[in-house]
Nanobody, 121 residues
């Protein structure tokens, strides 16, 4: 089992930026970010294949969020720009060994504890 430790959440005004980090304790192939707003289901945000570098985004964050990786540090980042109040949620890092099905939360094996992102208007 891989442990995932997230950091970087916080409170920011609309239009601002935050960067989330997720450090993994073991081998993974795909790492992703999901988020869950109050009263809503958890939804896919972005994913990256750590080997090929292929990247996937939810339509709602395309052009504003950037996922990246530092394989030497076994860490994935989520740079969030032009934040909106509707981005407010708990953001979770997820990881799995196998590639594919990046959008499906049920295909991920390991999860972080979550980090709160609050965007005020």
């Amino acid at each position: 089992q891989v442990q995932l430790v997230e950091s970087g959440g916080g409170r920011v005004q609309a239009g601002g930026s935050l960067r989330l980090s997720c450090a993994a304790s073991g081998r993974t192939t795909a790492m992703a970010w999901f988020r869950q707003a109050p009263g809503k289901e958890r939804e896919f945000v972005a994913a990256i294949n750590r080997n090929s570098g292929l990247i996937y985004y939810a339509d709602s964050v395309k052009g504003r969020f950037t996922i990246s990786r530092d394989n030497a540090k076994n860490t994935v980042y989520l740079q969030m720009n032009s934040l909106k109040p509707e981005d407010t949620a708990v953001y979770y890092c997820a990881a799995k060994i196998y590639a594919g099905n990046y959008y499906d939360q049920y295909k991920y094996d390991d999860w972080g504890q979550g980090t709160q992102v609050t965007v005020s208007s």
